[in-house]
Structures are given as C-alpha cells and as structure tokens.
Nanobody, 121 residues
Framework: QVQLVESGGGLVQPGGSLRLSCVAS????????MGWYRQAPGQQRELVAF???????NYRDSIKGRFTISIDNVKNTVYLQMNSLKPEDTAIYYC???????????????WGQGIQVTVSS
C-alpha cells in the first residue's frame, strides 16, 4: 500500500510565499514522477508542475517564474515552493506520483488527500 501525504498549506497574503511538501510512503519499489495539481472552487483540476529524476521540471504557464518544484529522491518527497502568490492561486493542491509498488506488475498514479492554499488579504 502506498500513501501520499501533503503538508504546508494555509492562508497567506498576496505576494507571500508557501512551501508545500508531499511524502510518499509504503511498499514502494520506485518513484518515477511526482507533481502537483490544483483545483479551485467550480473549476476542473489542473496540472501545476511535475518532475522526475532525470528530466527538466514542467510548469503550467501561469506559475512559471513564481513556483519551483523539487524532489528529494532519497526521501520520496516532492516540494512546491510558491512565491509571489496571487489570489487566483487559491485552490486545493493535490500531490500526484507515478509509483511502482511491491507486488505490482506496472506503476500507477497515486493521489494525496489535498491541502488548502488560500491567498487573501
């Protein structure tokens, strides 16, 4: 069994910063990619950023230059450093990872439970 647990969300003023963390744990053989999605009220879930061990991270255009994704491969942890936050960044942020678990033939995507980020004055 594999679990993803997010932390680091909360309320921040416009222009502020937050750092999200997501730890993958359980019967993990290998982690291929880790990333972040977000879903604002009344909107579809959208990709924010993802990264893998050997490839350049990918970001959605609206957060380029403000958000940075990084992975600690030893700890199976992905971080999202969010700077210059805007009210439109308000959403539930979900961790996502492509993981091969013990006893599985192939990898599959797992989701965290989500964490609220609110940008407001």
């Amino acid at each position: 069994q594999v679990q993803l647990v997010e932390s680091g969300g909360g309320l921040v003023q416009p222009g502020g910063s937050l750092r999200l963390s997501c730890v993958a744990s359980g019967s993990i053989v290998n982690v291929y990619t880790m990333g972040w999605y977000r879903q604002a009220p009344g909107q579809q879930r959208e990709l924010v950023a993802f990264a893998s061990r050997d490839e350049t991270p990918n970001y959605r255009d609206s957060i380029k230059g403000r958000f940075t994704i990084s992975i600690d491969n030893v700890k199976n942890t992905v971080y999202l450093q969010m700077n210059s936050l805007k009210p439109e960044d308000t959403a539930i942020y979900y961790c996502n990872a492509d993981i091969l678990s013990v006893g599985s033939v192939g990898s599959r995507y797992y989701w965290g439970q989500g964490i609220q980020v609110t940008v407001s004055s």
